[in-house]
């Protein structure tokens, strides 16, 4: 006999997808859908947790679950775009705000440098950036550039593409790069800058960028709302 839990599972899924809620729209109250399941508030948050890592909802502290688009955007892991070609192959609507663009002072540079990997003879530059779609800003880019490699950027360059400018204005060829992908609590800097909207957690992808000749002149941050997005890889099997 199949569990209550997944029954209860099962009859949620088969309401959302005849869109008794629409996409944005809070599900009852776990003791709401207790006393109508006739079930313990454990057996609701079992059903509940099994629509979520499913893509059904978003738990929103404070708020409760709310139902969310299941065909979020499909961000490729694996691969080197930019985030405005990106945009262009995704048909988003979207626009990129620049909050900070400088080089760093040697005292700022600490935790910038151990990744980027430079000394304190070397410039770096900071970039900070929001990605707003259809209105809401939902990405944070956080990117640090070695001078080096990287000698002159502008807020025009920032807002529109700073891989274009690389390799179309310096003439250097982007190789390959190393990513972490990490679920974290949201900061400071993410609530002022991001349209949190109650999520309690951002999903973070940091990258090691380097040249073709192996130069590591990038390192990046970028935060993402997680209801936006799901990240996508390509993956075969190779035999030894």
Same mark, same amino acid.
């Given at each position: 006999?199949?569990?209550?839990?997944?029954?209860? &599972?099962?009859?949620?899924?088969?309401?959302?997808?005849?869109?008794?809620?629409?996409?944005?729209?809070?599900? @009852?109250?776990? $003791?709401?859908?207790?006393?109508?399941?006739?079930?313990?508030?454990?057996?609701?948050?079992?059903?509940?947790?099994?629509?979520?890592? $499913?893509?059904?909802? *978003?738990?929103? *502290?404070?708020?409760?679950?709310?139902?969310? /688009?299941? $065909?979020?955007?499909? #961000?490729p892991?694996?691969?080197?775009?930019?985030?405005?070609?990106?945009?262009e192959?995704?048909?988003?609507?979207?626009?990129?705000?620049?909050?900070?663009?400088k080089?760093?002072? @040697?005292?700022?540079?600490?935790?910038?440098?151990?990744?980027?990997?430079? /000394? =304190?003879?070397?410039?770096?530059?900071?970039v900070?950036?929001?990605?707003?779609?259809?209105?809401?800003?939902?990405?944070?880019?956080?990117?640090?550039?070695?001078?080096? &490699?990287? =000698?002159?950027?502008?807020?025009?360059?920032?807002?529109?593409?700073?891989? $274009?400018?690389?390799?179309?204005?310096?003439?250097?060829?982007?190789?390959?790069?190393?990513?972490?992908?990490?679920?974290?609590? =949201?900061?400071?800097?993410?609530?002022?800058?991001?349209?949190?909207?109650?999520?309690?957690?951002?999903v973070?992808?940091?990258? *090691?960028?380097?040249?073709?000749?192996?130069?590591?002149?990038?390192?990046?941050?970028?935060?993402?709302? =997680?209801?936006? #997005?799901? #990240?996508?890889?390509?993956?075969?099997?190779?035999k030894?």
């Open positions: 006999m199949q569990k209550k839990y997944l029954i209860i &599972y099962n009859d949620l899924v088969r309401k959302i997808q005849e869109s008794g809620w629409a996409i944005g729209n809070l599900l @009852p109250s776990e $003791n709401e859908l207790a006393r109508e399941y006739e079930a313990s508030r454990e057996t609701i948050r079992k059903a509940l947790d099994l629509l979520s890592q $499913n893509g059904y909802i *978003q738990k929103i *502290q404070g708020k409760g679950s709310v139902v969310i /688009d299941r $065909n979020k955007l499909s #961000f892991v694996s691969g080197i775009q930019s985030y405005s070609e990106l945009a192959k995704l048909n988003l609507n979207s626009r990129t705000i620049v909050h900070t663009l080089r760093l002072k @040697p005292e700022d540079q600490r935790e910038s440098a151990k990744f980027l990997k430079t /000394d =304190p003879t070397e410039s770096i530059w900071n900070i950036r929001t990605r707003e779609i259809d209105g809401e800003k939902v990405i944070l880019d956080k990117d640090y550039f070695n001078e080096t &490699y990287v =000698p002159m950027l502008s807020e025009e360059i920032c807002e529109t593409s700073i891989y $274009n400018h690389i390799e179309k204005e310096l003439n250097l060829m982007i190789g390959f790069a190393k990513k972490e992908i990490v679920v974290e609590t =949201p900061t400071k800097e993410d609530h002022e800058l991001l349209d949190l909207e109650g999520f309690t957690n951002v973070v992808i940091r990258s *090691q960028v380097h040249l073709e000749d192996t130069n590591l002149f990038q390192f990046t941050e970028s935060r993402h709302r =997680p209801d936006k #997005f799901r #990240f996508v890889d390509f993956a075969r099997r190779v030894d």
